[in-house]
T-cell receptor, first 113, second 113 residues
Framework: AQSVTQLDSHVSVSEGTPVLLRCNYS??????LFWYVQHPNKGLQLLLK??????LVKGINGFEAEFKKSETSFHLTKPSAHMSDAAEYFC???????????FGSGTRLLVRP | DAGVIQSPRHEVTEMGQEVTLRCKPI?????LFWYRQTMMRGLELLIY????????DSGMPEDRFSAKMPNASFSTLKIQPSEPRDSAVYFC???????????FGPGTRLLVL
C-alpha cells in the first residue's frame, strides 16, 4: 500500500535562508507525487507535481522538488524563504486506486524575521 | 472561475442535530472529492464522485455520514446525527479527469457541541 511520511512536523527558518521540507514515500510503482500548501484558514493549493517527467520539478512561488527514486524521496526546497511562505505544507502521493491522493501529516513552516 | 465553493464556512451545532455541508465544484470538472481534516488524523479522503456517481466511499466513517451529487454542479455531505468527534474541517475538491490536479475549496469548519 502507498504511504507518505513527512519527516518534520515543524520547520523554522529565518527570512532569506533556504527551506527544506522532507518527504519520503512508499509505493509498489512510480507514482505521481504532489506538494500542497495550506495557509491559515484556507484550502490547499497545489505547489507542484511530479508525473514521471523531469525529476526536478519547479512549482509556484520559487519552490521546487526533486524526485529521487533510489531514496524514495520528494523533498521540497526554496533558496530563500519569505515571510509569506509561513504555512503548512503537505506531501501527497497518488493512491493505489485511481484518482485518490494520500497525504502526509504535514509540516508547519515558520519564517522568522 | 470562482474556484470550488463551499458553504457554510463555519457551522456550530449541538450533538444529535443534522448537519449538511455543500459544495459547488469548478465548472467542467468531472471528479469531486470530500476530505476531512483533524489534528489527530490529518487529511482523510471520505468519498469521491466521477460524473456524479460515487466511486469510492470507503473513507466514510460510518452510516451517520452520507454524500450525494445530484448534478455536476452540486454536492452535499450530510451528518445525521452529529457527534462531537465529527468536529473537523471538511474540504471539497474537484478535478478534471482525476488526480492530476485537485482544486480545493476553502473548507467548512464544523464544531459539534
Amino acid at each position: 500500500a502507498q504511504s507518505v511520511t513527512q519527516l518534520d512536523s515543524h520547520v523554522s527558518v529565518s527570512e532569506g535562508t533556504p527551506v527544506l521540507l522532507r518527504c519520503n514515500y512508499s509505493s509498489s510503482y512510480s507514482p505521481s507525487l504532489f506538494w500542497y500548501v495550506q495557509h491559515p484558514n484556507k484550502g490547499l493549493q497545489l505547489l507542484l507535481k511530479y508525473t514521471s517527467a523531469a525529476t526536478l520539478v519547479k512549482g509556484i512561488n520559487g519552490f521546487e522538488a526533486e524526485f529521487k527514486k533510489s531514496e524514495t524521496s520528494f523533498h521540497l526546497t526554496k533558496p530563500s524563504a519569505h515571510m509569506s511562505d509561513a504555512a503548512e505544507y503537505f506531501c501527497s502521493i497518488e493512491g493505489d486506486s485511481s484518482y485518490k491522493l494520500i497525504f502526509g501529516s504535514g509540516t508547519r513552516l515558520l519564517v522568522r524575521p | 472561475d470562482a474556484g470550488v465553493i463551499q458553504s457554510p464556512r463555519h457551522e456550530v451545532t449541538e450533538m444529535g442535530q443534522e448537519v449538511t455541508l455543500r459544495c459547488k465544484p469548478i465548472s467542467g470538472h468531472d471528479y469531486l472529492f470530500w476530505y476531512r481534516q483533524t489534528m489527530m488524523r490529518g487529511l482523510e479522503l471520505l468519498i469521491y464522485f466521477n460524473n456524479n456517481v460515487p466511486i469510492d466511499d470507503s473513507g466514510m466513517p460510518e452510516d451517520r455520514f452520507s454524500a450525494k451529487m445530484p448534478n455536476a454542479s452540486f454536492s452535499t455531505l450530510k451528518i445525521q446525527p452529529s457527534e462531537p468527534r465529527d468536529s473537523a474541517v471538511y474540504f471539497c475538491a474537484s478535478s478534471f479527469s482525476g488526480v492530476e490536479t485537485q482544486y480545493f475549496g476553502p473548507g467548512t469548519r464544523l464544531l459539534v457541541l
